[in-house]
C-alpha cells in the first residue's frame, strides 16, 4: 500500500532515503527513519487503529504525543519481546516492526463487541459494572475474568525478556525536564554559569514544539536554532543531554526519575547494549518545563476516526510531511490553532470550513487564514459529527456558550477530518508527584503547578506562557535563576536573546463542552476520556447520582484511569462537573497526578537486579561439599542451607527417615553455620542479657552455656538460642538464622535509645566461624579421634564449652543439643570450615556417619517439642503460652523486656492458645501444617477455631506422625480429643499431649 | 525517596541507606511494675499520628548502624532537622506556631 498522504514536503525530521516496512495488524506497510507508528499508519491513510473499551466503538489517531487514549498497541513479534500498551504516538518506527490492536475480536475492523456498544449506548451507564455485576459477591471474580476477556487493553509477554536494563544516579546543579524552547533556554542560561545541568526530553531530538512550528527565530527556521542550541550544549562538558528520557516521576527532596529508551528505536532487540537505563537524578534545583498539552473540545461523536487535536494536525504536517485527510473542518476558540488550517491549506489540501465558537476575531492569524481564502465561522461550533470509521461530515450550528444551548439550525458539511482545539493546559503533572496542588489560572483558562517545598523552578508553557518570544525568555530568565539558586553565577542571563515575532492574538474563550440540539444525556455521545468511554452524559448522570467530589467522580466513571492517566480529558471532565455543579473550576478542584507521567516497563524498573542478582545469596564454607554430595537446598534467609542428602533412588522421605534413624542411633553431622553470631563485649554486658533476655545471666560462668528466649516489650517471644560466656566480660550470642540481623538492630536500640550508659559493645561474628553439629550417641567417638581434649562426661559437661584443636585447628566446642542426643557443636574460624568438616566425616566413617539438612533437624528438634521462633511462634506468643515459664527468671532485679506486659490482662487470660503436642488417631497420618483446630466435631459452619498445627512430622524413630500445636487452654487439655476440619472436607482427631515425645527426660544428652 | 542527613556521619545520604524506626522521644517507664495496666499500654501502643511536624527515629542501617532523631513534616516530607540520640529537637510544633 502507497503512503497516500503523505505529501512532498520539506520536514527533516524524517528521512525519505531510509524506507522501513512494518506491519500493522497482519499487513505490511511502509515508512520512513523518523516517522512514529503513528505518522506512518497516517500516512498509510490507516484510519482504525483500535477499538474502544467499553462500547468498542472504532478509534483513530487523536493527538501526536504522550496524550494519545486510543492508539494503544501491542508492539514485538515474540512472546518475550512484546511490549503491552505502548502509545503509536511515541513509538519510533524501526525495521520490521510488528504492531497490533490491543483490543477488537476478531479484529477492529470488523467486532462482534461493537453490538454490545450499539446495545449498551443507554444500557451502559457510568458504574455499569458495579451495578450490574454487584450480586452475588462471589461470583464478581468470575465475571470480571469474562469482562476484562472482553474489553482487555494489551497482554504481557509469556517469555523472559532477552534485553538487558540498568541504572544510574547522578547529582546536579540543574535538571531541567523538557527540551522545548523554554527548556532549551534554561539549559543554555544554566549551563553557561558553569553550573552542572542534565536536560532531558521525550522525544526522540530536542525541540519539542519547535520541531513542527513555522514561526521564525533570528530569521530562520525554529529547527535551526534548535540545531544550534543543542550544539552549544554537546560542547559544553558540564552538560548532559538526554533525548528519548522521559521523566516519570518527580519524588521528594528533589530526586527525578528517568527513563531513557536507548535502544528501542532501533529493533525489538539488541544484544550488545542496554536498551532503557533509568537515570536517578538527584538535582539542587529543577526546572520544569514541561510545556502545554492541547485541549480538545467535547462534541457529538467527536471520536469518530478523522477527528484530531488540531495540533497533532500541524505536527504531522509540519513534522513528518503527512495530511491525515483531504477535507479539513477546524473548530477553535481560539487563535493559535488557525495555524492548522494554514498548515493543512499550505500542503494543498482543502480546508472546508473553519469553526470559531467565539464572536470574533481580528488576530493576525485569523486574517492570514482569510486572506488565503479560507472560510470562517463565527460563533458556531461543530455540534456533531457523521461517520463511522472515518467522519463524512459536520453539523454546525450557531451557539450560545451562555446558556450552553444551540441557537439556530445546523447546516451539514461534508469533510473527512475534524480538528478541534479548546485552548491548551499546562503539564502539572509531574509538579503534582510531590503532592503540590495546581492552581486555575483564569487567564489561560488552564492549571499551573502550586506552592511547592521542592527547589523547583518552572517556565514556558507549564507556567500558561504561550507567545514563543516570552517562552524562550522566561526559559533564559528561569535557567539563571535556578543556576544561582544551586550557588552559580549572578541569577541573571546577560547573553543575546534570540529574535522572534508573534503574531498578535485575540483573546481566547473558555469553552469545554459543545451544547448539542438535544440535551447532553439525549445527544449523540460526547466523549470526554476516550479509553475509558467516559462521556459528557456520563459526567452529568454520575453528577446527578450524588458523586460531586472531583474524586468520587473519576473513581466512578473511570475518568483518567487509563494508560494516558487523564492527560487528554481530565480538565474537560472537571470542567463538565463544574458547569452541571453549579461551580468553578477551581472550587470543582483536580485530582492528583502521581507518577508513572507515561507507563515505564517493569525492566527498567528492575534494571540489572534480575535472576542472580535479584538478591544477594550466602553460602557456608562447606557449600561445595554440599554440592558434591548431592544435597538439595532450602532458602533461609538469603541463605543456602542443605535441606536433606538424598542417596540415588530415594524418596524426599525415604531420605529423611534414613537421616533421622542414623542420627537417633549412630552419628549424624548438620552444617549450622548459618545461625546467626553475634559477639557481644563491655563491663556490662553481663546486666545486657539479664535485661533483653527472660532468663537469668549473673551467674552463668565462663565455660557455660545457656538458652535463652528473648521477647519484645509487649511479652511475646521474638528469638531464641545459645549464648556461651567466653570470658568474665564476653560472650558469643547465637541467634535463629532469619533474625540474625534483626536481633543485633533489636541490641544495637536499646543500648543506644535507652540505656547507653551500659558500657557494652556488639559485632556480628556469622561469617567468621564455620559451624558443624555432630549428634547421636556415637558422636564422643568421631570427636575423640579428632579432638586433643578429654570430652568425657566428667570433664565436658552437658551446656559446657571448651577450646580444642580439632583435626589441628583450633576450636569452640559447645556441648549443646538441639536434638535430644548427645551432640557436641565444633566452631572452627570460616576458612578451616572445609578442611575441618571433611575431618569430621572422615573420622566418623566407622560409624556411618550421615548428612543431615534442616528437614532432619526440624523433625528431630520436634520429636523434643523444641519450638522454632517463627514456625510454632508468631508474634502472639509469649513464654508461658509455651509452657516455657522455666526460662523466665524469677529473681532478676531489673524488669528485663517483655516481663511487664505478661501481667496484663489479655496475657493473663487462661484460654489463650498455648502449645502442646497433637497425636493423630492414625499414626500414619501427617496432619497439614497450619490446619485449623476444633473442639466440636460436628458445630455447623462457621466453626469455632481454636487453634491450628505449627509443625506436622512422620516420626521414623518413634514409628508414628505426630505434631506441635497451639490450642486454646491447650495445657490443661491433654489427653483430649480435638479436630482438624481439612481442605478436602475430611475431619481428623488428634489427641492433645505433652509436646516433647521423645526421651521426655532428657536421659540421651546428658550421657 | 528523602535525602537524609545522618548526624553521626555527617553527610546527606540516600534514605534506601536507612530504616525507620518510629516516634522519637518515647522514654521506658523506668518503674513497670509500678504503673497501671493503662500507663503500660500507653507507653506499649499508643504513638502520635500527627499532620505535620513529627520527631521520629531513624536508624542508619546501611552506614554506622547509629540510630538518631528526625523532625519532620508529615505532609511534605521537608525534614527540618536531624539530631543525636539524647538530644532535643530545635524545631517543634509550638515553635512553629502549630498546637
Known amino acids: 500500500m502507497s503512503q497516500v498522504n503523505r505529501i512532498a514536503g520539506s520536514s527533516k525530521r524524517i528521512n525519505r532515503n531510509r524506507t522501513l516496512t512494518f506491519s500493522f495488524n497482519g499487513k505490511e506497510y511502509k515508512g520512513f527513519e523518523g516517522d512514529t507508528v503513528a505518522s506512518a499508519l497516517l500516512a498509510n491513510g490507516v484510519d482504525v487503529v483500535g477499538r474502544s473499551f467499553k462500547y468498542s466503538r472504532p478509534r483513530g489517531i487523536i493527538t501526536s504525543d504522550s496524550q494519545e487514549p486510543n492508539a494503544i498497541f501491542q508492539i514485538g513479534s515474540s512472546q518475550a519481546t512484546t511490549i503491552p500498551n505502548p502509545r503509536a504516538t511515541q513509538t519510533d518506527l524501526y525495521q520490521g516492526l510488528t504492531a497490533s490492536s490491543t483490543n477488537g475480536w476478531p479484529n477492529v475492523n470488523f467486532d462482534l463487541m461493537a453490538t454490545v456498544g450499539k446495545l449498551g449506548g443507554s444500557m451502559m451507564p457510568p458504574g455499569f459494572y458495579y451495578k450490574t455485576f454487584m450480586f452475588p459477591q462471589s461470583l464478581w471474580m468470575s465475571y470480571e475474568h469474562l469482562i476484562r476477556k472482553g474489553a482487555g487493553l494489551g497482554a504481557s509477554p509469556q517469555q523472559s525478556d532477552p534485553d538487558s536494563y540498568d541504572k544510574m544516579h547522578h547529582h546536579c546543579d540543574v535538571m531541567i ?29 530536542f525541540g519539542g514544539s519547535l520541531l513542527c512550528s513555522t514561526q521564525q527565530i533570528d530569521g530562520q527556521l525554529p529547527s535551526q536554532w534548535v540545531e544550534k542550541t543543542v550544539a552549544q550544549l554537546s560542547d559544553m562538558d558540564n552538560v548532559m543531554l538526554l533525548p528519548r528520557s522521559t521523566v516519570f516521576g518527580y519524588y521528594d527532596h528533589n530526586l527525578v526519575g528517568i527513563n531513557e529508551r536507548r535502544t528501542d528505536h532501533l529493533g525489538e532487540h539488541q544484544l550488545q547494549s542496554t536498551r532503557q537505563r533509568v537515570h536517578k537524578v538527584r538535582a539542587k534545583q529543577v526546572i520544569l518545563a514541561t510545556g502545554a498539552h492541547e485541549r480538545p473540545l467535547v462534541y457529538g461523536n467527536n471520536d469518530v476516526p478523522g477527528c484530531m487535536l488540531a495540533n497533532a494536525v500541524s505536527t504531522y504536517i509540519n513534522r513528518y510531511d503527512v495530511v491525515p485527510g483531504n477535507k479539513l473542518v477546524l473548530m477553535t476558540t481560539n487563535d493559535n490553532a488557525y495555524k492548522t488550517a494554514i498548515d493543512w491549506h499550505q500542503a494543498g489540501r482543502q480546508v472546508v470550513t473553519i469553526v470559531d465558537t467565539r464572536k470574533a476575531s481580528s488576530g493576525e492569524l485569523v486574517n492570514k487564514a482569510k486572506q488565503l481564502g479560507i472560510n470562517v465561522i463565527f460563533g ?25 444551548s444551540v441557537t439556530g439550525a445546523a447546516k451539514h458539511f461534508s469533510c473527512d477530518t475534524v480538528a478541534s482545539s479548546g485552548g491548551w493546559s499546562p503539564v502539572i503533572h509531574l509538579s503534582s508527584h510531590t503532592g503540590s496542588r495546581p492552581v486555575w489560572k483564569d487567564e489561560i483558562a488552564g492549571f499551573v503547578p502550586g506552592d511547592t517545598v521542592q527547589q523547583q523552578h518552572s517556565c514556558g508553557g507549564l507556567e500558561g506562557v504561550y507567545a514563543l518570544s516570552k517562552v524562550i525568555s522566561d526559559g533564559f530568565t528561569t535557567g539563571a535563576v535556578a543556576a544561582q539558586a544551586a550557588g552559580k553565577g549572578e541569577g541573571r542571563y546577560t ?35 476516550y479509553q475509558n468511554d467516559v462521556t459528557a452524559a456520563g459526567i452529568e448522570l454520575a453528577n446527578r447520582e450524588g458523586f460531586e467530589s472531583i474524586e468520587h467522580v473519576k473513581r466512578y466513571t473511570a475518568l483518567g484511569f487509563g494508560t494516558d492517566q487523564g492527560k487528554l480529558g481530565n480538565i474537560n471532565g472537571m470542567a463538565i462537573t463544574a458547569k452541571s455543579l453549579g461551580k468553578t473550576i477551581p472550587e470543582t478542584g483536580t485530582t492528583i497526578f502521581r507518577p508513572m507521567y507515561t507507563p515505564t516497563t517493569f525492566g527498567a524498573l528492575a534494571g540489572a537486579d534480575v535472576k542472580h542478582l535479584f538478591d544477594p545469596a550466602r553460602f557456608s564454607a562447606m557449600h561445595k561439599w554440599h554440592l558434591d554430595n548431592g544435597a538439595e537446598f532450602e532458602d533461609v534467609g538469603q541463605w543456602k542451607r542443605p535441606w536433606y542428602f538424598p542417596q540415588p533412588g530415594e524418596t524426599m522421605q525415604q531420605s529423611l527417615e534414613r537421616e533421622c534413624l542414623a542420627t537417633r542411633n549412630s552419628v549424624g553431622i548438620l552444617d549450622a553455620s548459618t545461625l546467626g553470631k553475634i559477639d557481644i563485649q563491655g563491663k556490662d554486658a553481663r546486666e545486657f542479657l539479664n535485661r533483653v533476655y527472660t532468663n537469668p545471666w549473673s551467674k552463668l560462668g565462663v565455660g557455660k552455656c545457656r538458652y535463652g528466649v528473648m521477647c519484645k516489650e509487649d511479652g511475646m517471644v521474638f528469638d531464641d538460642g545459645v549464648t556461651v560466656c567466653l570470658e568474665e566480660n564476653r560472650f558469643i550470642m547465637t541467634t535463629t538464622t532469619g533474625g540474625a540481623a534483626g536481633v543485633l538492630q533489636w541490641l544495637e536500640l536499646w543500648h543506644q535509645t535507652e540505656w547507653p550508659e551500659l558500657e557494652v559493645y556488639f559485632s556480628t561474628v556469622t561469617d567468621h566461624w564455620s559451624t558443624m553439629t555432630i549428634s547421636g550417641p556415637n558422636s564422643r567417638k568421631v570427636l575423640e579421634k579428632i579432638c586433643d581434649i578429654d570430652v568425657s562426661n566428667d570433664s565436658f559437661k552437658y551446656m559446657d564449652w571448651r577450646a580444642a584443636t580439632v583435626a589441628g585447628v583450633k576450636a569452640r566446642i559447645f556441648r549443646i543439643s538441639f536434638t535430644g542426643e548427645l551432640s557436641f557443636e565444633i566452631n572452627v574460624q570460616a576458612n578451616f570450615g572445609m578442611h575441618t568438616w571433611k575431618a569430621v566425616m572422615a573420622a566418623g566413617e566407622e560409624f556411618n556417619i550421615t548428612p543431615y539438612g534442616t528437614e532432619t533437624m526440624h523433625i528431630l528438634r520436634a520429636e523434643k517439642g523444641f519450638i522454632i521462633v517463627g514456625q510454632d511462634t508468631d508474634g502472639s506468643v509469649t513464654p508461658q503460652d509455651l509452657d516455657m515459664d522455666w526460662v523466665v527468671g524469677k529473681k532478676k532485679e531489673f524488669s528485663f523486656i517483655g516481663k511487664r506486659s505478661w501481667t496484663r490482662f489479655d496475657n493473663k487470660r487462661d484460654d489463650r492458645k498455648q502449645m502442646v503436642g497433637l497425636k ?15 473442639f466440636e466435631k460436628n458445630q455447623s459452619i462457621p466453626m469455632t477455631m481454636v487453634g491450628h498445627v505449627t509443625s506436622s512430622y512422620y516420626s521414623a524413630c518413634m514409628g508414628y506422625s505426630f505434631a506441635l500445636a497451639v490450642v486454646k487452654g491447650g495445657i490443661s487439655r491433654k489427653g483430649e480429643s480435638v479436630f482438624l476440619p481439612l481442605s478436602d472436607g475430611t475431619t481428623v482427631e488428634a489427641e492433645i499431649c505433652s509436646p516433647v515425645f521423645y526421651d521426655p527426660k532428657g536421659d540421651r544428652q546428658n550421657v | ?30 518503674n513497670p511494675e509500678e504503673i497501671s495496666d493503662e500507663q503500660w499500654a500507653h507507653y506499649l501502643f499508643f504513638r502520635k499520628n500527627p499532620r505535620g511536624l513529627h520527631h521520629e527515629m531513624w536508624l542508619h542501617a546501611a552506614g554506622c548502624r547509629k540510630y538518631f532523631n528526625v523532625t519532620r513534616n508529615t505532609v511534605t516530607y521537608e525534614i527540618m532537622e536531624t539530631y543525636k540520640m539524647g538530644q532535643e529537637p530545635n524545631v517543634t510544633a509550638s515553635k512553629e506556631g502549630q498546637s
Not at chain 1, 523538557?178 to 522525544?203: H, K, M
Not at chain 1, 515575532?501 to 460526547?526: G, N, Y
Not at chain 1, 488417631?921 to 497450619?930: A, C, Q
Open chain 1, 495 to 529: 547573553g543575546q536573546l534570540p529574535k522572534t515575532t508573534d503574531p498578535q492574538e485575540d483573546v481566547s474563550m473558555a469553552l469545554f463542552h459543545i451544547p448539542h440540539v438535544k440535551k447532553t444525556s439525549r445527544a449523540p455521545k460526547q466523549f470526554v476520556d
Open chain 1, 380 to 404: 458556531h461550533a461543530v455540534i456533531e459529527v457523521k461517520g463511522g470509521k472515518r467522519v463524512k461530515g459536520v453539523d454546525i450550528a450557531p451557539i450560545n456558550p451562555e446558556n450552553h
Open chain 1, 177 to 205: 525536564v523538557g527540551g522545548g524552547p523554554a527548556g532549551l533556554a534554561a539549559a543554555l542560561s544554566a549551563a553557561q554559569t558553569g553550573a552542572r545541568v542534565i536536560i532531558s526530553d521525550e522525544q526522540n531530538e
Open chain 2, 1 to 30: 525517596m528523602l535525602l537524609i542527613h545522618c548526624p553521626y556521619c555527617e553527610e546527606m545520604r540516600e534514605e534506601e541507606e536507612f530504616s525507620p524506626a518510629g516516634q522519637a522521644h518515647i522514654e521506658r517507664p523506668l
Open chain 1, 920 to 934: 493423630p488417631k492414625d499414626p500414619k497420618f501427617v496432619l497439614p501444617e497450619g490446619a485449623q483446630i476444633v
